[in-house]
């Protein structure tokens, strides 16, 4: 059973319940489902709260804690099964798709907001491709976040003797033995499934290329995530799990983050949301942080697009606050302050990068050289390039290994592969 008809069998019962209509004030309110929760991403999402309030709306906000998204979706699809879902939620990738599928969000909520605005020519055909279903737009998109980043913290750097950035794997290890051999943590990170699948995924795109990872984690082909060039990335990953906080049980990635801020660890693998925590603490990029593509992976690119899918309702207040959040998102003010606060770079493709600081500005310069070249690719750990299911296969089999230290690579790139078969 595939995940559409495993979704549609548990909120089919929708049928049976009316959609609920949401209490409205004098213009409406509208109940937004998501996961930002860090104190970066509550910074960001109070430019979209306080706008919404301003144009005379209700926001609602039902923030479930949880930075991979897995809490939300469970809390979003108990709301399906009710019959009372929110006005909107942050839903991404194949996700989008797959809600679409079973008729439940809105296909004419956005389109005048699209066509009056003017989306077909500010955003990118990947994105345009992510949020419509059957030609309508259905999801409103925020942002585009780079996963494959490394975050350093230059002073720990220094004081482990290390003089440059790494740029390949083996440069990786080599500078996570000085950083241990001077007693900083070489990797910060918190042993979560999506935090593991994230290390993952930059380390298959590190030694498969973008062609590789593709043909892994988009085509889901059975020959290359059996194969021997999966199996290394197996071992690489065994060897970069020996130089993580041991002490890193189940911590979120913002944690994490505030590890290498302050200078108990030297680098973390996380994508570019963690800015806004540097951001927060008031570091400098290039001065207190380092970004750099993780080693291996330069001049490609593994996008996350954050989005708020709108879903069906019959309360016209409702549907009037949908349609004032896309104009928000997709404005260029909102689209500026949002990414400054986020860490991302703007989905509009005529925004002004000289207000950004430079490790936007190389997030959008790279993004559109990969984009040219086909090394821009969705991620895998961050619900872009498959579903639900099939993500949750990978997730299984990369935490089961990363915590097993007599796993064996060879034997681990077998079960992803008949992981994600059977999950498919």
Same mark, same amino acid.
């Given at each position: ?61 039902? &923030? +479930?804690? $949880?930075?991979? %998204?897995?809490?939300?979706?469970? *809390?979003?699809?108990?709301? !399906?099964?009710?019959?009372? @879902? ?119 795109? &590190? +030694?498969? $290329?973008?062609? %590789?990872?593709?043909?892994?984690? *988009?085509?889901?082909?059975? !020959?290359?995530?059996?194969? @021997? ?196």
């Amino acid at each position: 059973m595939n995940a559409i008809t495993r979704l549609a069998a548990v909120i089919s019962l929708a049928s049976l319940f009316p959609l609920a209509a949401t209490a409205a004030d004098s213009k409406g309110t509208i109940e937004v489902t998501h996961w930002w929760t860090s104190a970066g991403e509550s910074a960001a999402m109070d430019v979209l709260r306080n706008q919404v309030k301003a144009d005379g709306y209700t926001w609602k906000d039902n &923030a +479930v804690a $949880g930075g991979g %998204g897995a809490a939300a979706m469970t *809390v979003l699809k108990s709301r !399906a099964v009710s019959g009372n @879902p929110p006005g909107a939620a942050q839903i991404k990738g194949p996700d989008i798709q797959e809600w679409s599928q079973l008729g439940l969000l809105s296909e004419d909520a956005l389109d005048g907001v699209a066509k009056d605005e003017g989306w077909a020519k500010l955003l990118s055909p990947t994105v345009v491709k992510i949020v419509q279903y059957d030609g309508h737009y259905v999801a409103v998109p925020f942002n585009i976040h780079r996963v494959n980043w490394l975050w350093i913290n230059p002073e720990a750097f220094k004081k482990a003797g290390i003089d440059k950035a790494p740029t390949t794997l083996d440069e990786l290890f080599a500078a996570a033995d000085k950083l241990k051999a001077a007693g900083i943590i070489p990797i910060a990170h918190g042993d979560q499934p999506w935090q593991n699948s994230t290390v993952f995924e930059d380390i298959v795109l &590190a +030694v498969m $290329g973008p062609e %590789g990872y593709h043909k892994a984690f *988009v085509e889901l082909d059975n !020959a290359t995530l059996t194969g @021997p060039k999966m199996a290394e990335s197996f071992a690489a990953l065994k060897k970069l799990a020996g130089y993580m906080d041991p002490n890193r049980g189940g911590q979120d990635w913002n944690q994490a983050t505030a590890q290498v801020i302050q200078g108990k660890a030297g680098m973390q693998a996380m994508g570019d949301w963690a800015k806004s925590e540097w951001s927060t603490a008031k570091k400098v990029p290039g001065k207190d942080f380092q970004c750099v593509p993780f080693p291996g992976t330069a001049g490609s690119y593994t996008y996350n697009v954050d989005s708020l899918a709108m879903f069906k309702v019959k309360d016209e207040g409702t549907v009037a606050a949908q349609k004032d959040v896309a104009k928000i998102a997709l404005g260029t003010h909102f689209q500026t302050v949002f990414n400054q606060n986020k860490g991302s770079i703007p989905v509009r493709n005529d925004i002004d990068m000289s207000q950004f600081d430079s490790c936007a500005q190389a997030s959008k310069k790279d993004f559109d050289a990969a984009s040219a070249k086909g090394g821009a690719q969705p991620s895998m750990a961050h619900n872009m390039a498959t579903n639900l299911a099939v993500q949750g296969a990978v997730f299984d089999v990369v935490t089961n290994f990363i915590n097993d230290k007599n796993a064996d690579p060879a034997a681990a790139a077998k079960q992803l592969g008949n992981a994600i078969k059977s999950a498919q």
